[in-house]
C-alpha cells in the first residue's frame, strides 16, 4: 500500500453490477420502493373495487337439418353446395336481421339506471318505475334523461344535465320537447332511498350495436355441428335472458330463412308457368287457323327439301375449297423445290397425282445422296438433277389440270346454290312464318316441362325439410363474473410494483454520478486506498469524535488509518501529512483534526495547520485563538509560529490557524517562508497536519501536496461525484506528486461490515425506520 503504482489511470474498463453501490441505492430510496409497492397495489385494489363486474351467459345448440325429401328418390336441390353449414349458421345468428327478431321478442327500448357515488348500475327488471311512451322526439334516443321524485306523485325530467327542467305527475301523461310519456311506480319503488335515477330511450341502430358487440357465437366441434353461444353484460340476468330468447328464436328464424328460398323459388315459377301457357294458347290458335285456311299443314316438306339441299352443296363446297386449298399448298411447295412432310400425296388427289409426287420424291432423294458423294459440275449429278426438273414440270402441269377442273366443279355448285336460294325466296311467307312458330312453340313446350318438374322438386324439397336443432346446454345464469379477475389483477399489480421498483433502482443506479463505496474508488483510480471512515450517528459535541466517542467505529477506523500510515516509508522522521479534497463538505478538516488526534493519543507531537486561508474556520477548531494570528502573518513573517500556535485541549496537540484572510494567498505559498516553516515545524513535531482548501477549487491544496510526505485525498460516500476521481489522477499526472493516497469518508452503516456488536454505533430501530421515511 505504500508504493504508488506507475500506471494512474483506471485498472479496468470493465463495468459491471456493483452490489455494494446497489445495496447503498435500495437502502436510501427505500421509502420510494415502499411506496411504489404501495401506489401499484393499491390501484389494483381500486381497480377491482371500482370497475363493473362483467358477467358472461353461454349456452351449446347443435345444428343439424334433416331433408326428408331424398327418401322419396328425388334429389334434394341444393344452391350452394360448398357453403359450411356451421359457419352459415354463425353468420345467420350474429346477423342484423336476426337481432331485429331478437328485439321484436325482448323488452329494452328503455334502460333504466341508479346513479351511484362511483358506478352506475342498471336496474333491468327491477326499476321503481316504468316509462310508457306515446310519441317520441327522434332527438330523445340514446339520451340520458333525469328522472326525480317530488311529493304528492310528483316527478321532474331533465334531457342531459342542461336540458329544461320539467314537472309531472305520476299515471299521467307529460310532454317534454314534443315527447309524450307515461310514468308509473313499480313495486320495487322505495320512499327516500336518496337514489338518483335516469333514463334511456333505446334507439333500434343503438341496440342492434349492442348486440353485435357483446354476442360471441363460436364453433366447438365442426364434425358434430356444434356451437357456443356466449353474451356479455355487466347486469347477469340481461345477459342470461338475451341468451335464451336467442336459442328459442333461432330454431324458429332458422326454419324460416331455410324455406325462404325455396318459397320465393316456387313462386317465380308459378308466375313464369302462367306466362308460358298464354303464350302456347296463342301459337295454338295460330296452327287450328292456318290449317283451316291452307287445307293442309304439309307445306313444309319442300321447304327441308330445299334446306337440306342447300345444306348438302354447301358442305360440297366447303371439301372442295379445302383440297384447293390443299393443292394451292402442294403447288407451293413443288414450284419453290421445298419437298418436306407437307407436300406429301394425300387422298383428295388422284392415284397418278400421289404416283407422279412419290416418284418426285424418289428422284429428290437420289439427287440429294449423289450430292453427298459427287460434285455438282458431274455428270451423273447433272442427269439427276435433269430428270428432277422433268418431273416437276410434269407435276406442275398435272396440278394445274387438276386445279382447273376442281374451280370449274366450284363454280357449278355455286350456280346451283344459287338457283335453291332464288327457289327458297319464292316459298310463301306463310310456310315460312309458320314454321317459325312451330319451333316457337316446341321451345316454349320444353321450358313448361321443365319448370313444371323444378317446382315439384321444390315443393317437395319444402315439404321435407325439417329442422332439428337441439339445445344441448341451456342459457346458464352467471354468478361469478368473468371481469375483473381479482386474482389477475392483484397479481398484476403486485408484479407491476416489483417490475416497476426494479425500473425504478435500476434508473437511480444508473443515474447516480456519487461515489458509493470503496470499490469504485479502486475501480476509478490506481492511487492507494489508505482506509475509509464510515457514517457516525453519533452528535459531535466537541472537536474530538475520537476521544468523545472512543469505542465508535469512526474511532477504530481514525485508528486504522494512523496504522496504515506506518507503510508508507517516505525516509522522514518527522512526517508532513497533507490532507486535502475536490470541493469543501467532503470530510477533510474532519478527518485531520481527528487523525492529528489520534496520533497525539500515541505520544507523538503533532500539529494542524490550518492553510485555508481563503475561508477560515475558527468555528471547527480549538477555541481561544486569536483570528489576527495565524499562518497569512507568519508567511508574512508579521508573526512567528510559536506566537500563533494554539495549545489544545489534547495532550500533545497543538493547532495553527489560517489567520486573518489576505488578498494573495497563492502567492504567499509560493515564497520559502511556507518551505521554512515547514522545516521548523518537523524539527518541532513528529508529525505535521495540514488541511488544505479544496484542490477542485483552487490551487493551494496542490501546493501543500508537492512539499508534504504523504498526502491524503479525501472522497464523501454518497457526496462526491465520480468525476472527482478523474480530477484526482490529473492533479497527480500534472504535478508529479508521490506518496498520495484517498480515503472515502461517511460510508453508511451495514451488517456486513460493521455488525459484530463491538461498536456503540448501532442505530435504535425507530431511528432508522424515521430515516428511511425522512421524518425528523
Known sequence: MAENPKDSGPISDVQSIDTEKLSVVFRKNLHWVILIFIATNLTAYLTIRYTKDLFESESEMKLDIKRDATELGIKTYIEDQSMNL?????????????????????????????????????????????????????????????????????????????????????????????????????????????????????????LIDYLSKNIQVDPLNFNANTIRVSFRDHNALKAYDIVNKIDSMYIIYSNQQKNLANKQKIDWLTKELVQVEKKMASYEDYFESFTLQNKSSDLTVDLKNTITAINVID??????????????????????????????????????????????????????????????????????????????????????????????????????????????????????????????????????????????????????????????????????????????????GFVAGIVLNIFFIGLVYILNNKITSVKEVERGISLPMLGAIPASHHTVQSLFHVIDNPKSIVSEAVRTLRTNLEFFNTGEKSKVITITSTISGEGKSFLAMNLGGVLALSRKRVVLVDLDMRKPKSEKYPAGNDSHLGMSTILIKKHTWQECVVRTSLENFDFIPSGPHPPNPSELLLNGEFSDLLDELRATYDYVVIDTPPVGLVTDGVMAMKRSDVSIYVFRANYSRKDFLQNLLRVVTLNKLKHVSSVLNAIPLNGKYYGYGYYEDKTPRMKRWTKIFGIR
Open 86 to 206: 356451421v359457419s352459415g349458421e354463425i353468420e345467420q345468428i350474429k346477423s342484423k336481421l336476426f337481432f331485429n327478431k331478437v328485439l321484436d321478442s325482448l323488452d329494452l327500448s328503455v334502460s333504466y339506471y341508479s346513479l351511484g357515488k362511483v358506478l352506475t348500475d342498471e336496474m333491468y327488471k327491477r326499476p321503481p318505475f316504468l316509462v310508457s311512451i306515446t310519441k317520441i322526439n327522434p332527438q330523445h334516443y340514446d339520451q340520458p334523461i333525469f328522472f326525480d321524485f317530488r311529493d304528492n306523485d310528483q316527478f321532474t325530467l331533465r334531457l342531459g344535465t342542461t336540458g329544461p327542467l320539467v314537472t309531472g305527475t305520476l299515471n299521467q301523461p307529460v310532454e317534454y320537447l314534443q315527447s309524450v310519456l307515461t310514468i308509473s311506480k313499480t313495486v320495487y319503488f322505495t320512499e327516500d332511498d336518496g337514489n338518483n335515477y335516469y333514463f334511456v330511450l333505446n334507439s333500434r341502430n343503438s
Open 315 to 492: 358442305s360440297q363446297r366447303y371439301n372442295l375449297n379445302k383440297r384447293i386449298a390443299e393443292l394451292n399448298t402442294l403447288i407451293e411447295h413443288v414450284t419453290s423445290g421445298d419437298f418436306t412432310s407437307s407436300a406429301r400425296p394425300t387422298r383428295a388427289f388422284p392415284q397418278s397425282i400421289n404416283q407422279r409426287i412419290e416418284e418426285l420424291y424418289k428422284q429428290v432423294r437420289e439427287r440429294d445422296k449423289l450430292a453427298l458423294a459427287y460434285n455438282e459440275n458431274t455428270f451423273a449429278f447433272r442427269q439427276k438433277e435433269k430428270e428432277v426438273s422433268l418431273l416437276k414440270d410434269e407435276l406442275f402441269s398435272q396440278l394445274s389440270a387438276l386445279k382447273k377442273d376442281w374451280l370449274g366443279d366450284m363454280a357449278e355448285l355455286s350456280r346451283r346454290k344459287e338457283k335453291l336460294e332464288r327457289e327458297f325466296a319464292e316459298m310463301p311467307d306463310k310456310n315460312t312464318q309458320f314454321s317459325k312458330n312451330q319451333r316457337y312453340y316446341k321451345l316454349y313446350e320444353e321450358f313448361y316441362l321443365t319448370m313444371m318438374q323444378s317446382r315439384a322438386e321444390f315443393e317437395i324439397a319444402q315439404a321435407g325439410s325439417t329442422p332439428d336443432f337441439k339445445i344441448l346446454s341451456p342459457a346458464t345464469l352467471p354468478v361469478i363474473p368473468i371481469s375483473p379477475s381479482k386474482i389477475m389483477v392483484l397479481g398484476i
